[in-house]
């Protein structure tokens, strides 16, 4: 979850109810991949994306 510099609890857990959301939505794992929300100015951002290999 990526927010703003000083991002407040009540935004972090509206961040991590979005994630748990599309989450649920999806129907699938998340095995190696990652679920990136993103709080940016007046939207929320939800990204899906295969975890890099290091």
């Known amino acids: ?3 703003p510099p000083g991002t407040n609890l009540a935004l ?3 961040l991590f109810d ?3 959301d599309e989450i649920a939505a999806l129907g ?3 095995v ?3 679920l ?3 709080d940016e100015e ?3 951002v939800v990204e899906r994306y295969p ?3 290091i």
Do not use: H
């Open 32 to 34: 190696n991949q990652v």
């Open 12 to 14: 972090q857990e509206e």
């Open 28 to 30: 699938d794992d998340l």
């Open 1 to 3: 979850m990526n927010g």
């Open 51 to 53: 975890l890099p290999v």
């Open 42 to 44: 007046s939207d929320v």
């Open 18 to 20: 979005i994630a748990l």
């Open 36 to 38: 990136e929300v993103t």
